[in-house]
């Protein structure tokens, strides 16, 4: 029993202190000299939403998973189909589509990125020897837009046939 009211003591301690600072509100951060401090908070604020939002949109762990998944993809297709960049924007497709069939979360971002930078890459090692001497940066530049556009609707139809296959009739 005395166990109990000893409990109850401390409880009852803790509800005060936390009254007691609900009670009197310090504001600790604020602004002691008017000339540098506002400039540094706003810019702070502004980095640190840009970051946090920024997190809410590109996954680190899904963007990696999906720049191997989309390599593998245009590595396999591409080397199976004997049309070039055309055989590469269709790997990343397909491994795009598989990833939108394999999970339930939103990521056009980071495969439209992977995409991008894998047809980018591959369209620049493909076309080595013009891209170095002659007009290959519209062509790496043509590669990173339709590796995008391919990693984007290859997620795209993955995931509208998962949730075909998943809803109740």
């Not at 491994?95 to 591959?122: C, D, K, N, P, Q």
Request: proline fraction near 2%.
């Amino acid at each position: 029993m005395a166990e109990g009211e000893r409990q109850l003591d401390r409880d009852a301690e803790l509800d005060e202190e936390i009254d007691l600072d609900e009670e009197f509100d310090l504001d600790i951060d604020a602004v002691t000299s008017l000339d540098d401090a506002p400039a540094e908070t706003e810019s702070a604020g502004v980095a640190t939403r840009l970051r946090s939002r920024a997190g809410d949109v590109v996954s680190s762990r899904a963007l990696v998973v999906s720049v191997v998944l989309t390599l593998v993809g245009a590595l396999a297709v591409g080397g199976v189909l004997p049309f070039g960049i055309v055989g590469n924007l269709v790997g990343i497709f397909v491994a795009a589509f598989a990833y939108g069939t394999a999970t339930s979360t939103r990521r056009y971002v980071e495969l439209g990125l992977s995409g991008g930078i894998i047809g980018g890459g591959m369209a620049l090692l493909g076309n080595l020897a013009l891209s170095l001497v002659g007009p290959g940066l519209p062509l790496v530049a043509v590669g990173f837009a339709a590796g995008a556009l391919a990693g984007g609707l290859g997620h795209y139809f993955g995931r509208d046939l998962r949730d075909g296959l998943t809803r109740d009739l």
